[in-house]
Structures are given as structure tokens and as C-alpha cells.
């Protein structure tokens, strides 16, 4: 065209800083290691899945649900909001469903950063963080981990500049299970601004049996606090992918604003309903998982005495860059575990048979 000015060439097709991203993992396939070791079965315990199956009452809600997916769920989400709210004591109007809470806490930063600004949280802490932050244009602010391997909340605040909008609070911490008790976390929350938001990310709340250790939900006074939940996990709803935030109703509302469209499938909102009907049964399955953890945590510091205190349903070895071996030694003998390449290995709590079975692949791979 005439007089048009020529574009500078470019590289690609897409973002090059996204070339340095690394993927999320997912755990692997147990079908696909079974096959290679010519085994009956695998034991997954990567993914933090609870291993009981679905609550009571959920298949038949998602069977009868199903017949109508021709239609669109309601993008309101309103039975499952009123629901939430009635269990949790809070406003509906406070509450905004996502894909899951990784997806809201993504929504979250597309809500309150521009490109440069700063999102911070402790590392190594969950492994979506740095990719929610790149895709979003923030800038990700690492601050490390404690020599007991949580959060330091000091320099985090101390982190805290003109730029940052948003500071993430893992509680219990993915992937150390290690927790933030209500001392620090109170002092942490009064040295930040008040137009800094702050997510306490407590996927894992319903395994906490350390009473030190806060209910988010009791920071709510504080209009910069938002909590973070998940049905994924204690509510077994991993495979329908439904998360849930609570926060001051402007934040909510902001976020409702900016979730996809829909992502709330009529599936997940109808296995939800029937989930949260069993709230007696989910307690008894954490209720086994607690005790299981504790006889794993006991069993492994007997191989691996730094093996800290968790409050998930997972277990964290600080084996450094042993890490990656030790987790090809558990697939060895048919145990899936998550390795994060000189960190250690994070091992989710299954059935006692599979506890076991791990317990002994870790005793074989530590000796």
C-alpha cells in the first residue's frame, strides 16, 4: 500500500518469552508405565488425587445432568454460589466458581495486573504460578523458600514494591505441604498495602489438623483478602475441574467479569451440588488420609529425617538433585511420584496398599 510504513520482522507466530515458559506437568499415565513394565497396574501418586472415588449421589447428578448438555449450564452459577454460601457462613455475592482453582487464580491476576506489573509468591510453590503470571503479562517475583521449606512471609513483605498487585499465599504449601501458622501470617497481612491483593490459596484446607494454622475465610474483614478453594481435591471432583473464591464483593464481582464464559460446565456444577451434600463423608476420607500421612511421614523420616510436617494430603522429600533419580526408581517398581528436578519429590497419600507399596520403592531407592 502506498505510504504504509513496513512492520519490523518478527520471529514467530506467538510470544517469544513463552519459549522459556516450561509446561505444567501432569502426572503420569499409570495405563502407560504398566505397559512398559509389563504389570497388571500402576500406582499414581503424583497428582494429589483423593484415591476413594466419587462421593455418594455424584455419578447419578452427572448421569442425569448429562441429558441436557445439549444447553447451557447456568453462567450465573447460581445454585452452586448459594450452596457454597450457605456452607461456608458467606455472601454469595463474595463468591465466583471457576475451571478449578488454578483457573481463578488466573483470573485473579488478568483482574489486577497490567503488563509489568508484579505478581510475588514464595517458590517452590505451585508450579502454575510462573506460567499465570507470563501468560498474564505480570511479572513474577520468587522469593524463596525457608531452609524448613515454606514460606518466608518477612521478605516476602519486604518484597513488596510500587508495583506489585497481587502476592499469593499458599497454605498449605504445593508441593512441601509445609503451612503458615496464624502469628506470621497475621503480622504478614498488616504489613501489606491495602491495594495489594492477597490470595491464600488453601486447595488443600480440609487436611489441616494443625490448629494453628488459619481458616482463610476468617480474613475476610480485610477487603484485600480473597480465598482460594477447590473441589478437586477432599471433594474428589478432579476430573469435573470446579474451584471457588471468596472475596470482597467487588473482587468477586471483577473476577465473574473476566472468567470464560460457561467454564463452569453443567457437569461439574450438578456433581458439585451432590458433593457438598456429603460433607460427613468427605470428613471420614481426610480423616483416613490424615492418618495414612501420618504413618508415611513417620515411615520416611526413618530414610530421610528432613522430610517436613505436611498439611496436605501429600508428603515432600528434600532430596535436592537426587530428586529426578529417585523418582525413576519408584516408576522402576510401579509408583508414580512427581519430581521436581533439584527440589525433591512430592508423593501423594493413597490407599494403605499403596502407601505401602511406595514405602517400600522408597526404601529400595534410599538405601
Known amino acids: 500500500m502506498t505510504g504504509s510504513v513496513p512492520r519490523p520482522p518478527r520471529l514467530g507466530l506467538t510470544r517469544a518469552d513463552l519459549d522459556a515458559l516450561p ?12 505397559r512398559e513394565l509389563g504389570l497388571t497396574e500402576a500406582i499414581k501418586l503424583a497428582s494429589n488425587e483423593v484415591p476413594f472415588g466419587p462421593l455418594p449421589g455424584v455419578v447419578e447428578a452427572v ?22 454460601a450457605e456452607r461456608y457462613g458467606v455472601p454469595a455475592e463474595r463468591i465466583a466458581t471457576g475451571c478449578g482453582s488454578v483457573a481463578l487464580a488466573e483470573h485473579l491476576v488478568r483482574a489486577t495486573c497490567l503488563p509489568g506489573d508484579e505478581m510475588l509468591y514464595s517458590w517452590r510453590s505451585f508450579e502454575a504460578y510462573p506460567i499465570i503470571a507470563a501468560t498474564s503479562g505480570a511479572s513474577s517475583v520468587r522469593v524463596p523458600n525457608t531452609a524448613a521449606h515454606g514460606h518466608d512471609l518477612s ?15 499458599c497454605n498449605p504449601n504445593n508441593p512441601t505441604g509445609t503451612s503458615v501458622r496464624k502469628a506470621e501470617l497475621d503480622a504478614f497481612l498488616d504489613a501489606v498495602p491495602q491495594d495489594v491483593l492477597v490470595v491464600i490459596d488453601e486447595a488443600y484446607r480440609e487436611f489441616v489438623t494443625d490448629r494453628q494454622v488459619p481458616d482463610g475465610l476468617t480474613y475476610l474483614d480485610r477487603p484485600n483478602v480473597v480465598v482460594l478453594r477447590t473441589l478437586s481435591k477432599a471433594w474428589g471432583l478432579a476430573g469435573l475441574r470446579i474451584g471457588f473464591l471468596v472475596a470482597h464483593p467487588e473482587v468477586a464481582a471483577a473476577v465473574r467479569k473476566v472468567v470464560t464464559p460457561f467454564s463452569t460446565s453443567l457437569a461439574a456444577q450438578a456433581g458439585a451440588l451432590a458433593a457438598l451434600t456429603q460433607a460427613d463423608e468427605m470428613r471420614r476420607r481426610c480423616d483416613v488420609v490424615i492418618s495414612e500421612r501420618e504413618r508415611v511421614t513417620e515411615a520416611l523420616r526413618k530414610l530421610l529425617p528432613e522430610v517436613p510436617t505436611s498439611q496436605a494430603n ?13 523418582g525413576r526408581a519408584c516408576e522402576a517398581r510401579g509408583v508414580i511420584v512427581r519430581p521436581f528436578a533439584g527440589d525433591g519429590v512430592r508423593v501423594t497419600i493413597g490407599t494403605p496398599e499403596e502407601n505401602d507399596a511406595f514405602l517400600a520403592a522408597a526404601e529400595a531407592a534410599l538405601a
Not at 23 to 34: M, Q
Not at 67 to 84: F, I, K, N, W
Not at 314 to 326: C, K, S, Y
Request: charged share 20%; net charge negative.
Open 23 to 34: 509446561n505444567y506437568v501432569p502426572g503420569r499415565s499409570p495405563a502407560d508405565l504398566a
Open 63 to 84: 448421569t442425569e445432568a448429562v441429558t441436557g448438555v445439549h444447553r447451557y449450564p447456568d453462567m450465573g452459577v447460581v445454585a452452586l454460589r448459594d450452596a457454597l
Open 155 to 169: 521478605a516476602m513483605a519486604a518484597a513488596i514494591t510500587d508495583r506489585t498487585r497481587l502476592v499469593i499465599v
Open 314 to 326: 501429600f508428603v515432600w522429600l528434600p532430596l535436592g538433585d537426587a530428586a529426578v533419580a529417585f
